[in-house]
């Protein structure tokens, strides 16, 4: 009986060691690489965003959730890297494997950061932008029902564009929400 347990220890010791030394393998060869654009890109959203509005984050994840920014973030980072055209099987394991890192490597809030700075709109990506696109302000020059209103054509802009009562019940929904959480 012992034996067995000897040779189950050994085989997930050896299964355990293999995942460990494949992530690691992976973070330095396709991730690793990366870090210093990303971090680019973080420390500019954090100048474009010193100071944003207070409902900026909690309408953002009213809107997306904070699991939907982290997938959208890993999404554009793997388009941008162009690790999408190999394949549906490697699409999903760097997928797994960058949202993982991503979620080790970087806090919440620099996620919310890159989600500021990658999102799109009409005429291109960041939420500053598409203030200053729409509304001819930047963004935390923005009344609540405009920042929301941005914020809710980042699903499918181009829908929510040609849709304008699409658009007006979404952004009474997201208000509806963030009422509901500003009130208790």
Known sequence: MKKKYKILYTVLSITIFS??????????VFFKTHLVDINNCISTSNNIYKDPPS???DIAIIAEGY???RHFV????LYKYEMCNQGMLKWHLH????DLLIKIHFSSNEVFLLWCYFVPYSEGVGLNNAANYFFDRDLNQLELKEIVTIIAMVKSPSIYKMNTEK???????LLGEYNKITTK
Do not use: P, Q
């Not at 890993?74 to 980072?77: A, D, R, S």
């Not at 658009?167 to 929904?173: E, F, G, M, Q, S």
């Open 67 to 69: 699991r939907g920014i």
């Open 19 to 28: 995942i460990i030394l494949s992530l690691y393998y992976y973070y330095t």
């Open 167 to 173: 658009l007006h019940k979404r952004v009474d929904y």
């Open 74 to 77: 890993v999404k554009t980072l």
């Open 95 to 98: 997928n797994f494997c960058w």
């Open 55 to 57: 409902e900026l984050f």
